[in-house]
T-cell receptor, first 118, second 110 residues
Framework: DAGVIQSPRHEVTEMGQEVTLRCKPI?????LFWYRQTMMRGLELLIY????????DSGMPEDRFSAKMPNASFSTLKIQPSEPRDSAVYFC????????????????FGPGTRLLVL | QKEVEQNSGPLSVPEGAIASLNCTYS??????FFWYRQYSGKSPELIMF??SNGDKEDGRFTAQLNKASQYVSLLIRDSQPSDSATYLC??????????WGAGTKLIIKP
Protein backbone atom coordinates (compact mmCIF):
# COMPACT_ATOMS: atom_id res chain seq x y z
CA ASP A 1 0.00 0.00 0.00
CA ALA A 2 1.30 3.46 -0.88
CA GLY A 3 0.09 4.97 2.38
CA VAL A 4 -1.55 8.35 2.70
CA ILE A 5 -0.55 10.63 -0.15
CA GLN A 6 -0.43 14.39 0.18
CA SER A 7 0.33 17.08 -2.36
CA PRO A 8 2.04 19.38 -2.70
CA ARG A 9 4.84 18.55 -0.26
CA HIS A 10 5.92 22.17 -0.08
CA GLU A 11 4.02 25.33 -0.85
CA VAL A 12 5.24 28.90 -0.73
CA THR A 13 2.68 31.57 -1.45
CA GLU A 14 1.99 35.19 -0.81
CA MET A 15 -0.50 36.57 1.62
CA GLY A 16 -3.97 36.78 0.13
CA GLN A 17 -3.53 33.91 -2.28
CA GLU A 18 -5.68 30.79 -2.29
CA VAL A 19 -3.99 27.58 -1.18
CA THR A 20 -5.34 24.10 -1.84
CA LEU A 21 -3.89 21.04 -0.13
CA ARG A 22 -4.76 17.57 -1.33
CA CYS A 23 -4.95 14.18 0.28
CA LYS A 24 -5.53 10.62 -0.85
CA PRO A 25 -6.26 8.32 2.10
CA ILE A 26 -5.41 4.66 2.35
CA UNK A 27 -7.94 2.63 0.40
CA UNK A 28 -10.65 1.18 2.61
CA UNK A 29 -10.17 3.59 5.49
CA UNK A 30 -13.40 5.13 6.77
CA UNK A 31 -11.96 8.14 8.54
CA LEU A 32 -9.92 11.06 7.26
CA PHE A 33 -8.38 13.73 9.44
CA TRP A 34 -6.76 17.09 8.70
CA TYR A 35 -4.21 18.39 11.21
CA ARG A 36 -2.02 21.45 11.49
CA GLN A 37 1.28 21.38 13.37
CA THR A 38 3.35 24.32 14.56
CA MET A 39 6.06 24.66 17.17
CA MET A 40 3.86 26.94 19.25
CA ARG A 41 0.60 24.99 19.22
CA GLY A 42 1.70 21.44 18.47
CA LEU A 43 -0.61 19.11 16.58
CA GLU A 44 -4.13 20.50 16.15
CA LEU A 45 -7.08 18.63 14.68
CA LEU A 46 -8.83 20.84 12.14
CA ILE A 47 -11.59 18.60 10.83
CA TYR A 48 -12.39 14.94 10.31
CA UNK A 49 -14.62 12.98 7.99
CA UNK A 50 -16.35 9.63 8.36
CA UNK A 51 -17.38 7.96 5.12
CA UNK A 52 -16.86 11.27 3.28
CA UNK A 53 -19.13 13.21 5.66
CA UNK A 54 -17.63 16.00 7.81
CA UNK A 55 -18.21 15.08 11.44
CA UNK A 56 -16.41 17.70 13.48
CA ASP A 57 -14.99 20.93 12.08
CA SER A 58 -14.71 22.73 15.40
CA GLY A 59 -10.96 22.92 14.97
CA MET A 60 -11.13 24.91 11.76
CA PRO A 61 -9.66 28.26 12.78
CA GLU A 62 -11.98 30.53 10.81
CA ASP A 63 -14.06 30.85 7.70
CA ARG A 64 -10.99 31.20 5.54
CA PHE A 65 -10.52 27.46 5.95
CA SER A 66 -12.70 24.91 4.20
CA ALA A 67 -12.42 21.18 3.60
CA LYS A 68 -14.19 18.79 1.28
CA MET A 69 -14.22 15.08 0.64
CA PRO A 70 -16.07 14.48 -2.62
CA ASN A 71 -15.32 10.75 -2.60
CA ALA A 72 -13.62 8.09 -0.53
CA SER A 73 -10.26 8.55 -2.20
CA PHE A 74 -9.80 12.32 -2.19
CA SER A 75 -9.99 15.29 0.14
CA THR A 76 -8.96 18.93 -0.07
CA LEU A 77 -8.21 21.61 2.49
CA LYS A 78 -8.49 25.12 1.14
CA ILE A 79 -7.32 28.39 2.66
CA GLN A 80 -8.67 31.53 1.06
CA PRO A 81 -7.26 34.10 1.55
CA SER A 82 -4.05 32.84 3.14
CA GLU A 83 -2.23 34.75 5.88
CA PRO A 84 1.32 34.47 7.27
CA ARG A 85 -0.03 32.95 10.50
CA ASP A 86 -1.30 30.00 8.46
CA SER A 87 2.30 28.91 7.91
CA ALA A 88 2.58 25.40 9.33
CA VAL A 89 2.85 21.75 8.40
CA TYR A 90 -0.53 20.33 7.41
CA PHE A 91 -1.01 16.61 7.85
CA CYS A 92 -3.70 14.38 6.49
CA UNK A 93 -4.30 11.07 8.28
CA UNK A 94 -6.64 8.18 7.68
CA UNK A 95 -7.93 5.40 9.86
CA UNK A 96 -9.80 2.16 9.32
CA UNK A 97 -12.17 3.07 12.12
CA UNK A 98 -13.58 0.88 14.81
CA UNK A 99 -16.90 -0.63 15.72
CA UNK A 100 -16.60 0.63 19.28
CA UNK A 101 -15.42 4.16 18.80
CA UNK A 102 -16.68 7.36 17.30
CA UNK A 103 -13.33 8.21 15.78
CA UNK A 104 -10.76 6.04 14.16
CA UNK A 105 -8.32 4.10 16.20
CA UNK A 106 -4.85 3.91 14.74
CA UNK A 107 -4.23 6.86 12.46
CA UNK A 108 -1.85 6.70 9.52
CA PHE A 109 -0.32 10.01 8.64
CA GLY A 110 0.72 11.34 5.28
CA PRO A 111 4.10 13.05 4.82
CA GLY A 112 2.60 16.50 5.30
CA THR A 113 2.51 19.72 3.33
CA ARG A 114 4.86 22.45 4.52
CA LEU A 115 3.11 25.74 3.89
CA LEU A 116 4.86 29.09 4.04
CA VAL A 117 2.78 32.21 3.53
CA LEU A 118 4.88 35.31 2.93
CA GLN B 1 -11.31 21.62 28.42
CA LYS B 2 -9.97 18.10 28.22
CA GLU B 3 -6.21 17.99 28.35
CA VAL B 4 -3.30 15.67 27.77
CA GLU B 5 -0.12 16.82 29.42
CA GLN B 6 3.45 15.89 28.59
CA ASN B 7 6.78 17.31 29.66
CA SER B 8 8.17 19.01 26.56
CA GLY B 9 11.75 18.05 27.41
CA PRO B 10 14.20 17.60 25.98
CA LEU B 11 14.78 14.41 27.90
CA SER B 12 18.38 13.29 27.55
CA VAL B 13 19.19 9.61 28.14
CA PRO B 14 22.50 7.78 27.63
CA GLU B 15 22.60 5.03 25.05
CA GLY B 16 21.64 1.67 26.50
CA ALA B 17 19.66 3.13 29.40
CA ILE B 18 15.90 3.10 29.93
CA ALA B 19 14.00 6.13 28.67
CA SER B 20 10.78 6.90 30.54
CA LEU B 21 8.17 9.15 28.96
CA ASN B 22 5.12 10.26 30.88
CA CYS B 23 1.66 11.53 30.03
CA THR B 24 -1.30 12.57 32.18
CA TYR B 25 -4.87 13.17 31.07
CA SER B 26 -7.80 14.99 32.56
CA UNK B 27 -10.82 12.99 31.36
CA UNK B 28 -11.36 10.07 33.73
CA UNK B 29 -13.63 8.41 31.17
CA UNK B 30 -10.86 8.11 28.59
CA UNK B 31 -10.83 4.76 26.91
CA UNK B 32 -7.71 4.15 24.88
CA PHE B 33 -4.22 5.50 24.79
CA PHE B 34 -1.66 5.83 22.06
CA TRP B 35 2.02 6.62 21.72
CA TYR B 36 3.25 8.08 18.44
CA ARG B 37 6.83 8.78 17.47
CA GLN B 38 7.74 11.72 15.25
CA TYR B 39 11.20 12.16 13.82
CA SER B 40 12.24 15.70 12.97
CA GLY B 41 10.69 16.75 9.68
CA LYS B 42 8.61 13.59 9.43
CA SER B 43 5.04 12.61 10.21
CA PRO B 44 3.86 10.89 13.40
CA GLU B 45 3.80 7.09 13.38
CA LEU B 46 2.11 4.80 15.87
CA ILE B 47 4.37 2.89 18.26
CA MET B 48 1.91 1.37 20.70
CA PHE B 49 -1.62 1.54 22.01
CA UNK B 50 -3.02 0.34 25.32
CA UNK B 51 -6.59 -0.03 26.58
CA SER B 52 -6.33 -1.83 29.93
CA ASN B 53 -4.61 -1.06 33.19
CA GLY B 54 -1.16 -2.54 33.54
CA ASP B 55 1.73 -3.07 31.20
CA LYS B 56 1.88 -3.90 27.52
CA GLU B 57 5.20 -4.90 26.01
CA ASP B 58 6.33 -4.84 22.38
CA GLY B 59 10.01 -5.47 21.86
CA ARG B 60 12.00 -2.75 23.60
CA PHE B 61 8.86 -0.71 24.24
CA THR B 62 6.53 -1.02 27.24
CA ALA B 63 3.38 1.04 27.69
CA GLN B 64 2.04 1.39 31.23
CA LEU B 65 -1.47 2.55 32.07
CA ASN B 66 -2.88 3.54 35.44
CA LYS B 67 -6.46 4.77 35.01
CA ALA B 68 -6.91 5.54 38.70
CA SER B 69 -4.02 7.99 38.54
CA GLN B 70 -4.89 9.06 34.96
CA TYR B 71 -1.38 8.35 33.90
CA VAL B 72 0.18 6.58 30.94
CA SER B 73 3.85 6.06 30.30
CA LEU B 74 6.18 4.68 27.67
CA LEU B 75 9.40 2.92 28.59
CA ILE B 76 12.12 2.33 26.03
CA ARG B 77 14.69 -0.23 27.09
CA ASP B 78 18.24 -0.35 25.73
CA SER B 79 17.81 3.10 24.20
CA GLN B 80 19.43 3.65 20.83
CA PRO B 81 20.39 6.90 19.07
CA SER B 82 17.71 6.02 16.51
CA ASP B 83 15.11 6.43 19.27
CA SER B 84 15.84 10.15 19.36
CA ALA B 85 12.56 11.77 18.34
CA THR B 86 9.51 13.53 19.72
CA TYR B 87 7.00 11.19 21.37
CA LEU B 88 3.36 12.19 21.23
CA CYS B 89 0.78 10.86 23.65
CA UNK B 90 -2.81 10.69 22.35
CA UNK B 91 -5.88 9.81 24.38
CA UNK B 92 -9.32 8.85 23.17
CA UNK B 93 -11.64 10.55 25.65
CA UNK B 94 -15.15 9.70 26.85
CA UNK B 95 -16.61 11.41 23.77
CA UNK B 96 -14.43 9.21 21.58
CA UNK B 97 -12.38 12.21 20.51
CA UNK B 98 -8.62 11.83 20.17
CA UNK B 99 -6.81 14.44 22.27
CA TRP B 100 -3.12 14.99 21.58
CA GLY B 101 -0.35 15.98 23.94
CA ALA B 102 2.30 18.48 22.87
CA GLY B 103 5.00 15.82 22.81
CA THR B 104 8.26 15.09 24.62
CA LYS B 105 11.54 15.45 22.78
CA LEU B 106 13.86 12.54 23.56
CA ILE B 107 17.59 12.65 22.91
CA ILE B 108 19.66 9.49 23.20
CA LYS B 109 23.33 10.31 23.72
CA PRO B 110 25.89 7.82 22.33
Amino acid sequence: DAGVIQSPRHEVTEMGQEVTLRCKPISGHDYLFWYRQTMMRGLELLIYFNNNVPIDDSGMPEDRFSAKMPNASFSTLKIQPSEPRDSAVYFCASSPGTLAGYTGETQYFGPGTRLLVL
Amino acid sequence: QKEVEQNSGPLSVPEGAIASLNCTYSDRGSQSFFWYRQYSGKSPELIMFIYSNGDKEDGRFTAQLNKASQYVSLLIRDSQPSDSATYLCAVKDSNYQLIWGAGTKLIIKP
